[in-house]
């Protein structure tokens, strides 16, 4: 029921009702590697969690390493998607006595997944229902960790609990983390650009060949003349589970005790990476389906679909060995010495 109120207050965004993907993504390592920003870097400054394909390597280069031929499972419900996804890992910070604890996490509505993420890909920017998919090695960042500035059409936090139903990134949600405390849970969105310049795989700053059309946030069928092509819109959505970390000293005059693995406490530098790793034309088939109701959320027919206990069983050991915080244990520090920015 929320699923369908959530799904319908999507739908209100755009004309017409739209059908889109909708699936999990299980944990496939936890570790300080980043092959789009930092490539070859070991490790890389920050921690990620990361989803998708096994393939997940140090350095992954566009358009030569191939995704799909190299993965032997994906953490995926899709089997034929073996993309990266990834994300900053989220910390619990004790008021008391400065000591770390990586934020456990939980299944989102109607999804079975073992940590992760949920992943969206969303037709907004499709103009008469379509929509050009990823080119492989195509690649790109949403969000910037150095940013300070609040961007919440792109980048929100939801703390679950204040009622569901309403479109993500709208002003329900907060571009900061919550200043609050939330019994069931804080929401991370991030919502990645729709169209496409229909030339670059990649730029400089992993942005520059996409944008928004709305200028952030959920897209329309108006992308800019700039980047003319409209692209599926991806979202990712985590689901950190907050509510064993009740004190109210700890939610005070703007404060919370949470800090991302790069240091942010205060939230608004969230970000996400997403390099394509879709097999042959398996992502084309699916959005071309979308209009036809024969594909929606984890349920689209064109497309293989594999049991949650599979997609869980999908691991990759650490390449960088280290203690990021498994299983609750605390940390003196974040992993890598990362300081907090803002105190
Ligand atoms: C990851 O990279 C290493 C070093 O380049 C390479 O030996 C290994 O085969 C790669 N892994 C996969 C799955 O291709
Ligand atoms: C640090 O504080 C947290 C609560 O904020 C507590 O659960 C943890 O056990 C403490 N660790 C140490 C080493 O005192
Ligand atoms: C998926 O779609 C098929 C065909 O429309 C339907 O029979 C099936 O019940 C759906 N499964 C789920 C989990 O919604």
Redesign the pocket.
């Known amino acids: 029921m929320r699923d369908a109120l959530l799904l319908a207050a999507l739908s209100a965004q755009s004309a017409v009702a739209q059908n889109m993907l909708r699936f999990a993504c299980s944990q496939l390592t936890i570790e300080r590697a980043d092959p789009l920003v930092n490539p070859g870097l070991a490790p890389s400054p920050h921690t990620h969690q990361i989803i998708g394909g096994n393939s997940f390597n140090l350095t992954m280069e566009p358009g030569v390493y191939d995704l799909a031929a190299r993965s032997t499972c994906t953490t995926c419900t899709y089997s034929e998607d073996f993309s990266n996804y990834w994300t900053a890992s989220l910390y619990?910070r004790?008021?008391?006595?400065g000591?770390f604890?990586r934020v456990p996490q939980f299944a989102n509505v109607g999804l079975q997944q073992d940590g992760g993420m949920t992943v969206y890909y969303m037709p907004y920017s499709a103009v008469n229902g379509k929509m050009t998919a990823f080119k492989p090695g195509f690649r790109m960042l949403a969000g910037d960790p150095m940013s300070k500035k609040n961007n919440r059409a792109s980048i929100c936090h939801r703390c679950l609990g204040n009622g569901e139903g309403f479109a993500p990134c709208d002003s329900k949600d907060t571009g900061e983390l919550p200043t609050k405390y939330c019994p069931k849970g804080i929401r991370a969105t991030i919502i990645f650009p729709s169209c496409w310049d229909g030339k670059n795989l990649d730029s400089p700053d992993h942005k520059s060949h996409v944008a928004y059309s709305n200028g952030g946030g959920l897209g329309s069928p108006k992308c800019p003349s700039s980047h003319p092509v409209p692209i599926p819109q991806v979202m990712y959505e985590i689901m950190w589970d907050t509510g064993k970390y009740k004190?109210d000293a700890w939610y005070k005059n703007g404060k919370q005790p949470f800090v991302y693995s790069f240091g942010d406490n205060v939230g608004y530098g969230q970000h996400g990476d997403y390099l394509f790793g879709w097999k042959d034309d398996s992502l084309q088939r699916a959005m071309d389906a979308l209009p036809s109701g024969k594909c929606a959320n984890a349920n689209c027919s064109v497309l293989k679909i594999q049991s949650a206990k599979d997609a869980m069983a999908c691991k990759k050991k650490q390449m960088v060995k280290e203690d990021v915080g498994q299983d609750g244990a605390?940390l003196k520090e974040l992993p890598g010495g990362v300081k907090v920015m803002y105190d």
């Open positions: 619990f004790s008021p008391e006595n000591t604890q004190n605390w």
